[in-house]
């Protein structure tokens, strides 16, 4: 396994082959049968564009052997920032063919994150839009050094335009599968986001897995709304999945209403996933948009907390059913299942999709605690690595010395099976779906001269689920500085909107706990009286 990884012992790796998890493949293998089986069949749609399998096989190819030629070898890393668009799903497989490594990063990253993940993957190459929801990626990438080549979807400027990559094929020798194909990124709880490596067995059972547990087939539209080179949207089962059954997958641009519901009735979409946020806006405008959505069967919810009440209207109104996803970048996938009692697929997280997901609920001690009652959830198995890339010392803590991985999520165990989150004793923000590391914001407005000290906290919102508040003590210089000023601050460092504090509270001091650490449970409560909002998720 490639360096700075920790592979799973031999004992397991033994076991989840025999079982028939892990399959001596590389991603994409798939791909290649069913181009050769049905080549006219269509694989990928953007509004404007679509594209068969059998061209997105070739594409794949020769994308491959034109990397090769602009000096891309297997084993580099490719940082990629691409929107929902059909150049993201031909360059994976590419990469997936060649033993290159995607990165993914998300469309809303800036310059903080996006030279962090360059620099901690050692980035040969990155891959950008020119320019994306008015944003021009490519001032991004001329603040970033590092990668050797900077390739783009569309106009290039100074670039690679990414359409020039191009050569004959040439044979390539397949990547072992036992390795990491790509790198998802963490939601981050101590600093800056971690890269998972997933490797293409681990990540080929993840996909199918989950394609199965969603029932889909080759009749299935998969609408991919959330950002592919997340790991919902991408293989859970999200284009990858839907691919691997020879589906049909489909592209929004946007995750608007306005964009997407055009496009499930005009391609007749059958399955796609959200975050909660987006579910409770699609209830609310199911009835008035005036689209078609009948063709949808099922609609997936994940990311953050899905609210009882909501998941138990959304069928009905939208007349599909309803998935509710519990899942991690990390691993793990807990989702209920197509005949899963109603009142189960309102009220629970659904169950671990592998039989072999081993799962502990314990205290902080770390005890078990009784059956039933709340406590931290941990977890290994098949498709959850045993540990993060390069990160030997933040491992030590993250994984126990058994090998499960600490997910910071709070959660009770039904005799079902079946989980219910409860909370967290991670240090993040849940921005309804979107993570954010309460330290890596902590750290850059800290960075602020009028600052002394701060902490960002959760605040309970109606449509969210959480927002972000920050504390912040003045220092002896000057007042401290207003939300506008702070946030304005905070972009010139370079960090992603959906990080940007919603509010700023200055206070004189912090209260602290018995062992000299300030107390956020005494701060996300007076955030809770100051807003006038109830303890609680999205509903
Ligand atoms: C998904 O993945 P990540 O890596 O962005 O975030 C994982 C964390 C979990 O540890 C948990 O804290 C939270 O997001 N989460 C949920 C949840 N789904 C994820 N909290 C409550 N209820 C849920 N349904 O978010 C992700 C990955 C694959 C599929 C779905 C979501």
């Given at each position: 396994m490639l360096a700075g990884c920790v592979p799973w012992p031999p004992e397991f790796a033994r076991r989840y082959t025999e079982r028939g998890y892990w399959r001596p493949e590389p991603l994409g293998t798939r791909l290649r049968t069913l181009a050769r089986a049905?080549?006219?069949?269509?694989a990928l749609v953007e509004p404007a564009r679509r594209m068969t399998y059998g061209e997105l096989d070739r594409r794949a190819d020769r994308l491959a052997a034109g990397l090769r030629r602009a000096g891309l070898s297997p084993g580099d890393r490719v940082v990629i920032q691409l929107p929902n668009v059909i150049d993201f799903v031909t360059l994976c497989h590419a990469l997936f063919r060649l033993g290159a490594l995607p990165v993914f990063a998300l469309p809303a990253h800036r310059e903080s994150e996006l030279a962090h993940l360059c620099a901690m993957s050692d980035a040969t190459a990155l891959v950008i839009p020119d320019n994306y929801l008015g944003f021009d990626h490519r001032e991004l990438a001329r603040r970033v050094t590092g990668p050797e080549h900077v390739f783009v979807v569309g106009e290039p400027a100074e670039f690679v335009a990414l359409?020039?990559?191009?050569?004959e094929p040439e044979p390539l020798p397949a990547p072992d599968?036992?390795?990491?194909a790509l790198f998802l990124l963490s939601g981050g709880t101590t600093g800056l986001p971690k890269l998972i490596p997933r490797t293409h067995q681990d990540y080929g059972y993840n996909l199918r897995i989950s394609a199965e547990n969603a029932g889909l087939t080759a009749a299935d539209s998969y609408l991919a709304?959330?950002?592919?080179?997340?790991n919902y949207a991408l293989a859970c089962p999200g284009v990858l999945g839907t691919l691997h059954v020879g589906g049909r997958v489909v592209l929004a641009p946007t995750p608007s209403v306005e964009d997407v519901f055009p496009l499930i009735e005009r391609e007749r979409v059958t399955v796609t996933g959200l975050v909660p946020p987006l579910a409770l806006l699609w209830l609310e405008m199911a009835g008035i948009a005036g689209a078609d959505l009948s063709s949808l069967r099922l609609v997936q919810v994940g990311g953050a907390k899905f609210g009882a009440d909501a998941a138990r209207r959304f069928g009905p109104a939208l007349g599909c059913k309803v998935q509710q996803s519990f899942g991690m970048a990390e691993g793990l996938l807990c989702q209920t299942a197509l005949d899963d009692p109603p009142e189960t697929v309102a009220t629970t997280q659904g169950r671990p999709l592998s039989p072999d997901d081993e799962i502990r609920v314990v205290d902080a001690s770390g005890a078990a605690v009784p059956d039933g009652e709340v406590g931290e959830l941990l977890t290994r198995g098949p498709y959850t690595p045993r540990g993060y890339y390069r990160a030997e010392e933040h491992n030590a803590s993250a994984f126990t010395s058994d090998g499960f991985f600490r997910t910071g999520d709070l959660v009770r165990l039904l005799p079902s099976g079946h989980l219910v989150v409860e909370g967290r004793v991670k240090d993040q923000i849940n921005r309804g779906g979107d993570k954010v590391a309460a330290d890596e914001v902590e750290d850059h407005l800290l960075a602020h001269p009028a600052v002394r000290e701060c902490a960002v906290v959760a605040m309970p919102d109606p449509l969210i689920g959480e927002r972000t508040c920050a504390f912040v003590v003045p220092g002896p210089r000057g007042a401290a500085p207003g939300l506008a000023e702070m946030v304005a601050f905070l972009r010139d460092r370079g960090l992603a909107a959906y990080k940007l504090p919603d509010r700023l509270e200055v206070v004189e001091s912090f209260p602290h706990t018995a062992v000299g650490k300030v107390d956020k449970r005494r701060l996300r409560e007076r955030i809770r009286e100051l807003t006038g909002a109830q303890p609680g998720s999205t509903s």
């Open positions: 049905d080549a006219d069949r269509v359409d020039t990559v191009d050569a599968p036992a390795d990491v709304v959330l950002p592919i080179g997340h």
